[in-house]
């Protein structure tokens, strides 16, 4: 509990500790204005870039500070699809046994890649909710580790290391949008910010289809829904977990819900605009500006495109004019 | 003339001296292995991607040296539209009066990049070459710099800084691909490897629709072309410079020509195997790849991805299956 006015369960230096803890290949990621985009939206945009690793997502960054801890064992997760890649990426380096738990509903280039790398991949017949109870439940039968995302410190504190990077940039920002799933990296990143640029703006975004962490922000206590309907299937969740809003409570400025159409708008303008292929979750920042636009007018606001893994034949089909 | 066994116009210590000169938004690009596409090409692939900074290309290691050399004076250059919008860039920051000629047959998308940038933009009714002549003509009469692409060893030291990024990534690698048209990029790049991993075969790439200086390598002569006829346009010259020619014939282990359908073949893998949206220049390794599977079977290979500055319209018809 270190920061005496940002109570939360991380801590700076553990984040800088941790930082060296991590493979090279997913720190020190692009962070650059990109004026084209900005022009469209209305104010300056900053995009830092999460997409250029093996696993194109910044979940690297927690399952690398995960398997470390681990000697030789066997771990378990349920994933949307990024972080069970980024868990078999990062434990099939070092010769762990990783199971992931996913939907069967989850994309399939997600889950072509997490068989790809080598871990177990198993599919529950309904929503992430139900592979996470299923991926406690391995755990528990089998006694291995149990890895659950915004939960464990380690996703926190991995996705904390964006921050830092963000400000040792040196490039000024007053606004941070960060996409809003289990929490992790809007309460690491927002941690982080609070700490050594109290002055930014930390804003969540969550869409409409899934708003069960943003409606318990706004409410101060948990609040599940019963469905989830958006294509930003990487913050897909309907049960949030008690320690991360109560994270989330200290950390978050505010939280914005937006449509599936700002959504799919976000994407073709980050295609159009800067030439990135990105996922839904990727561009909830972006559409937050669209639906907003005379909040954000002249601000610099920084955005972190925090995954590519999608269906390019669905990706076609949103960006095409 | 540093490096006693690499004798060209560049040397080690100008490099390294440069990099700190270099604004951080070109430097430390992400350097990973993309294994979806090594497996699609039978060897390991690296890719350097050198498009997430605002000018979308490697160019702004270049003109960031350019322009600190520039007291508060004007600089004219010639461009296929990449070198340009850096020079824009870094000129426009520094306040610098920045004149960009280019052919009227440019990539619109890079025309209008350079406008956007604020540079006084030229057009000229023929091809890069006539630009280049232009260039040289505003030059002399009104008496400012003119920058010369790959003649110039701001040019060749700045795309260089790429070359000591792959070497301190520690990622291993046995041969490097790179895009060859002016040759700044692969004299720089090739000098540094040649000095401190001589190990690894530098292997330059170009259209066979443009192989003015592939054919002055091999030939070990200038020889001039005639016509340009490829979609690869930032590598597109038909005149070699006397002296790239000679720092190329001591730093290429060899120079490689590609056809039209293995760059729009790399293009698309390059898009449906790593989510990039490249220009051709950008895709010229992975052609080589293609056009030689055998010689590269198994191997560490790296390629640079040196801009992404496309006209998306032609990208969706090149990359449609």
């Given at each position: 509990m270190g920061c005496p006015w940002v109570m939360t369960r991380l801590d700076l230096d553990r984040i800088c500790a941790a930082r060296p803890l991590i493979n090279p290949v997913f720190l020190g990621t692009p962070f650059s204005m990109?004026?084209?985009?900005?022009?469209?939206?209305?104010?300056?945009?900053?995009?830092?870039l999460e997409t250029a690793n093996p696993v194109r997502s910044f979940k690297g960054r927690g399952t690398e500070?995960?398997?470390?801890?681990?000697?030789?064992?066997?771990?378990?997760?349920?994933?949307?699809?990024?972080?069970?890649?980024?868990?078999?990426?990062?434990g099939g380096r070092r010769g762990l046994g990783v199971t992931v738990v996913a939907s069967r509903f989850a994309t399939p280039a997600k889950l072509e890649r997490i068989r790809a790398l080598g871990?177990?991949?198993?599919?529950?017949?309904?929503?992430?909710?139900?592979?996470?109870?299923?991926?406690?439940?391995?755990?528990?039968?089998d006694g291995i580790r149990l890895l659950e995302d915004s939960l464990d410190l380690e996703t926190c504190e991995g996705a904390a290391t964006i921050g830092l990077e963000l400000v040792e940039s040196g490039i000024p920002?007053?606004?941070?949008?960060?996409?809003?799933?289990g929490g992790a990296m809007a309460t690491g990143v927002g941690q982080v910010l609070k700490e050594l640029a109290p002055g930014v703006e930390v804003v969540c975004v969550q869409p409409a289809g899934a708003p069960a962490l943003t409606l318990s922000?706004?409410?101060?206590?948990?609040?599940?829904?019963?469905?989830?309907?958006?294509?930003a299937d990487g913050v897909a969740g309907r049960r949030p977990i008690p320690e991360v809003l109560a994270d989330l409570l200290v950390i978050a400025d505010d939280a914005v819900l937006v449509r599936e159409e700002s959504i799919v708008a976000g994407m073709r303008l980050l295609f159009e605009?800067?030439?990135?292929?990105?996922?839904?979750?990727?561009a909830l920042g972006v559409a937050a500006v669209l639906e907003d636009p005379d909040r954000f007018?002249?601000?610099?606001?920084?955005?972190?495109?925090?995954?590519?893994?999608?269906?390019?034949t669905a990706h076609r089909r949103w960006v095409s004019p």
């Open positions: 990109c004026e084209p985009l900005g022009e469209r939206l209305g104010c300056e945009v900053g995009v830092k500070l995960v398997v470390e801890g681990l000697a030789g064992a066997s771990v378990v997760c349920a994933s949307a699809g990024n972080l069970g890649q980024a868990l078999a990426w990062s871990a177990r991949l198993e599919l529950v017949d309904g929503d992430h909710e139900l592979a996470r109870e299923r991926a406690a439940a391995i755990a528990a039968s920002f007053d606004v941070v949008l960060i996409a809003l799933g922000w706004r409410e101060r206590r948990l609040i599940t829904t019963e469905t989830i309907e958006t294509i605009q800067a030439g990135l292929i990105v996922e839904p979750s990727a007018a002249g601000r610099r606001v920084a955005t972190i495109i925090c995954g590519s893994n999608v269906d390019l």
